[in-house]
């Protein structure tokens, strides 16, 4: 079994920073590639930003330079430091692991957390 937790979503004035944190847990050999996607409502869910395990990122064009994915491999955490936000921002943001244990390696997904950037 592998659980992924996000935290840190909240309401936020445009213009302001967030820091989303996401914790893989369980029976993990390996964890691959770590990535953030948010979904808006009424929209389909698209990739933020992704970060392999040797570090290499590549972002959404509509975060590159705003938004910076880093993780911590000594506890299977990744981030995602959020500024200038924007209210297009305004999304559930998922957390997505690529994990290896005994039996499978696969994606693993979060519950979520909200953000939202209103005035």
């Known amino acids: 079994q592998v659980q992924v937790v996000e935290s840190g979503g909240g309401l936020v004035q445009p213009g302001g920073s967030l820091r989303l944190s996401c914790a893989a847990s369980?029976?993990?050999?390996?964890?691959?590639?770590m990535d953030w996607y948010r979904q808006a409502p009424g929209k389909q869910r698209e990739l933020v930003a992704k970060i392999t395990t040797g570090g290499t990122t590549n972002y959404a064009d509509s975060v590159k330079g705003r938004f910076t994915i880093s993780r911590d491999n000594a506890k299977n955490t990744v981030y995602l430091q959020m500024n200038s936000l924007k209210p297009e921002d305004t999304a559930v943001y998922y957390c997505?692991?690529?994990?290896?244990?005994?039996?499978?390696?696969?994606?693993?997904w979060g519950q979520g957390t909200q953000v939202t950037v209103s005035s």
């Open positions: 997505n692991v690529e994990a290896l244990t005994s039996s499978y390696r696969g994606s693993y």
């Open positions: 369980g029976s993990l050999l390996s964890i691959y590639a």
